[in-house]
């Protein structure tokens, strides 16, 4: 699609020698889809409330919106406010 999301990997080569490789983290884009939706809202729930196991590494980084270390409403409701602008 064009559209980097979390997960994705960029690579810098030169002349075929990789130089380096990023891991994208996108606050808030949970699913990896590159932007923030009521799907990545959802994820984190699932994953606060129900779920520990539901998210691999590099999403969970991503869900911590405020990044003080931890998951929890204040991430879902800082989310919500970004994609819904209340």
């Given at each position: 699609?064009?559209?980097?999301?979390?997960?994705?990997?960029v690579t810098i080569k030169l002349e075929e020698?990789?130089?380096s490789e990023y891991k994208?983290?996108?606050?808030g884009d949970i699913d990896g889809d590159g932007i923030s939706s009521l799907t990545d809202i959802m994820k984190?729930?699932?994953y606060i409330y129900k779920n520990k196991?539901?998210?691999?590494?590099e999403?969970?980084?991503a869900a911590d919106y405020d990044d003080?270390?931890?998951h929890d409403l204040q991430d879902i409701m800082k989310i919500a406010k970004a994609i819904?602008?209340?």
């Amino acid at each position: 699609t064009g559209i980097l999301g979390t997960g994705d990997k960029v690579t810098i080569k030169l002349e075929e020698v990789l130089v380096s490789e990023y891991k994208i983290t996108i606050l808030g884009d949970i699913d990896g889809d590159g932007i923030s939706s009521l799907t990545d809202i959802m994820k984190i729930a699932n994953y606060i409330y129900k779920n520990k196991n539901s998210l691999k590494e590099e999403y969970k980084e991503a869900a911590d919106y405020d990044d003080n270390g931890s998951h929890d409403l204040q991430d879902i409701m800082k989310i919500a406010k970004a994609i819904y602008g209340k």
